[in-house]
């Protein structure tokens, strides 16, 4: 077991006391839940993310990523994988008809997906932004720049990986109205069937140096500069930053959501050693030499500090 503890009773009051989610249970596609149903389902996820996923995180935190120079590849945890989703709907509801195999292929092959935005001097202004994109004959277009701080930028986890790269097309406008959106993949593949061809012109050059979330193979990307980085315009539209959004929202949550439950679990571990932690007798009884000794979530000032944790998480 790792130290992750869920707090199902605080997922239980949010969902039906505070938001009434009790209202359409029985009803419409949720027909077939009830309440009953649904706290049996909260508790199969609490059993598993406290176990086997939090078991995965300790091992995959303590190794860190690995970086061969060679390759470009770096390791991921298996977790990482289901990230995809969310970007083969951005693919499928935002692409042609065409790019929604891509979509299709994401999910059928376990495709990863990163999220490519942040250059050496755009990073919050992402209006500012150099890497360039080219249209060629064929309708594809030929990217080039560097992109920092990319996510999951390099990885073994699938055999492919499909980049959706912010550029700016040649004869664009200034800012970020003047940005679009790639998909570029690692490997060029039959669109078909999936299968790969040769590489892309889109490499890993390093691993960024962090503090933390040292499991996050956070790469810099440089992309046309040993052979042509080939992309393809998402729906054939120069709407960049509006579709990129429909992926940072969800993205943007999702760290939101990491904070929370940090947060949770750590005063969760707090709120369960200090009931176990003895250490001192009660305050009202400690001139008295033979008082008994208390688990330290007795004394006020550890209470206070309890109290503190459980307002922010």
Not at 57 to 62: G, N, Q, S
Not at 73 to 102: M, N, R
Not at 145 to 154: D, L, N, Q, V
């Amino acid at each position: 077991m790792g130290h992750y503890i869920a707090n199902l009773r605080d997922i239980q009051f949010c969902l039906f006391d505070l938001l009434g989610r009790e209202e359409i249970l029985g009803k419409g596609i949720f027909a077939d839940i009830d309440k009953d149903t649904a706290n049996g389902m909260l508790d199969e996820m609490k059993r598993l993310s406290e176990n086997e996923i939090a078991a995965s995180f300790v091992e995959a935190d303590r190794l860190g990523v690995d970086f061969d120079p060679k390759t470009g590849e770096g390791k991921l945890p298996e977790i990482h994988i289901y990230v995809s989703a969310s970007f083969a709907h951005v693919a499928y509801s935002l692409g042609t008809d065409e790019q929604k195999k891509i979509a299709k292929l994401m999910l059928d092959k376990g495709w990863t997906a990163t999220m490519v935005l942040t250059e050496p001097d755009a990073g919050s202004d992402v209006g500012a932004g150099r890497s360039k994109a080219v249209k060629q004959a064929d309708g594809s277009w030929h990217i080039t720049g560097t992109k920092r701080f990319i996510t999951s930028g390099e990885n073994d986890l699938g055999e492919n990986i499909m980049h959706f790269v912010l550029a700016r097309p040649e004869g664009g406008a200034v800012g970020t109205k003047g940005l679009s959106l790639f998909l570029v993949p690692k490997y060029h593949f039959n669109w078909d069937t999936g299968e790969l061809g040769a590489r892309n012109g889109v490499y890993a050059t390093r691993l960024e140096h962090k503090m933390g979330l040292n499991v996050s193979a956070t790469a810099e990307l440089n992309m046309g500069e040993k052979e042509p980085c080939v992309g393809y315009l998402l729906g054939e539209v120069h709407d960049g930053i509006r579709q990129m959004f429909k992926i940072i929202e969800y993205a943007r949550m999702m760290v939101g959501t990491k904070a929370i439950s940090t947060l949770s679990t750590g005063y969760l571990n707090a709120l369960s050693y200090a009931k176990s932690r003895v250490q001192g007798p009660d305050l009202t009884k400690q001139l008295d030499k033979a008082s008994p000794r208390v688990t330290i979530i007795h004394h006020p000032d550890v209470r206070r500090s309890l109290l503190t944790q459980k307002a922010y998480a």
